[in-house]
């Protein structure tokens, strides 16, 4: 460093009490910046545009991640309706049938992915919620536990739109 940026010596000699001066609140206030720029950034991949009140439940969900029980099946529903539109509130799994596809310039729908069948996905979030378990004990690196784990929940066994579950991949992801 040049001769006249210096550390203050209490600081240099003292990292806890830099921390607990400014610290914890620069880390705060970075943290609240990278979870709504990695929500907007998110959001945009899937083509949505999340109103303000929906990326703030986003990044508040966000900051409750590491409290998040995976073998609770409630909870996966509770955060649900925590981050999205009140009129797509659940109490259970998905109950329609869905896919993922495009509508062609004569009007019909090229299909892409037809996803599970509502009536089999208790079966199915039974055997995500083992895998996450399985991933826990085996102690798999939290990256690569993340991408099964966002993988086998958003992306192949629930629809990313009607319902919402694309922000619940979010989520998963990070």
Same mark, same amino acid.
């Given at each position: 460093m040049p001769s006249t940026m210096r550390w203050p010596q209490a600081w240099t000699w003292r990292p806890s009490?830099?921390? $607990?001066?400014?610290?914890? $609140? #620069?880390?705060?206030?970075?943290?609240?910046?990278?979870y709504t720029k990695e929500t907007k950034s998110s959001f945009a991949i899937e083509g949505?545009?999340?109103?303000?009140k929906r990326t703030e439940r986003f990044v508040a969900a966000l900051t409750r991640a590491?409290?998040?029980?995976?073998?609770?099946?409630?909870?996966?529903?509770?955060?649900q309706n925590d981050i999205v539109d009140p009129r797509y509130a659940a109490t259970?799994? $998905?109950?329609?049938? #869905?896919?993922i596809g495009e509508t062609m310039s004569d009007f019909r729908e090229h299909?892409?992915?037809v996803f599970p069948k509502?009536?089999?996905?208790?079966?199915?979030? %039974?055997?995500?919620i083992r895998m996450m378990e399985n991933l826990?004990?085996?102690?798999?690196?939290?990256?690569? @536990? @993340?991408? @099964?784990?966002?993988?086998?929940?958003c992306l192949y066994i629930h629809s990313k739109k009607a319902t919402g579950e694309?922000?619940?991949?979010?989520?998963?992801? %990070?």
């Open positions: 009490r830099w921390w $607990r001066v400014a610290g914890q $609140r #620069s880390w705060l206030g970075a943290v609240h910046y990278l949505e545009v999340p109103s303000a590491a409290k998040f029980d995976t073998s609770d099946p409630q909870a996966f529903i509770r955060l259970r799994w $998905r109950t329609v049938q #869905s896919f299909v892409h992915f509502p009536e089999d996905l208790a079966d199915l979030m %039974n055997g995500w826990r004990d085996a102690k798999v690196d939290p990256v690569c @536990a @993340a991408a @099964a784990a966002s993988f086998g929940l694309s922000t619940a991949s979010l989520y998963i992801r %990070n």
